[in-house]
């Protein structure tokens, strides 16, 4: 089993910044990308931001883009989110997402909160 482990969250104020981490125990070479995930309390889990592992295309959820940015490190099995200018709506459970050939793996979810 893939396994996923999370750092970066934390406190910060409106218009701060953190950078989120996920390093992955392994990579294979089709079928596979890497992404975030959000869930605020009481509310449904959501997509951030996603990024392939083969060429490196990204997609990002209507409400992070300008703001977020998620790249990779090859050698590390390395994801990140760099998010600026954060939002109190972007307070949440940051979860990190793994898709090695259809299957999806999760990290067990970092918190970030954003104070107004």
């Known amino acids: 089993q893939v396994q996923l482990v999370e750092s970066g969250g934390g406190l910060v104020q409106t218009g701060g910044s953190l950078r989120l981490s996920c390093a992955a125990s392994?990579?294979?070479?089709?079928?596979?990308?890497m992404g975030w995930f959000r869930q605020a309390p009481g509310k449904e889990r959501v997509f951030v931001a996603a990024?392939?592992?083969?060429?490196?295309?990204?997609h990002y959820a209507d409400s992070v883009k300008g703001r977020f940015t998620i790249s990779r490190d090859n050698n590390k099995n390395t994801v990140y989110l760099q998010m600026n200018s954060l939002k109190p709506e972007d307070t949440a459970v940051y979860y990190c997402d793994a898709r090695v050939g259809g299957v999806d793996y999760w990290g067990k979810g970092t918190l970030v909160t954003v104070s107004s």
């Open positions: 392994e990579r294979t070479f089709s079928n596979y990308a």
């Open positions: 990024i392939s592992w083969s060429d490196g295309s990204t």
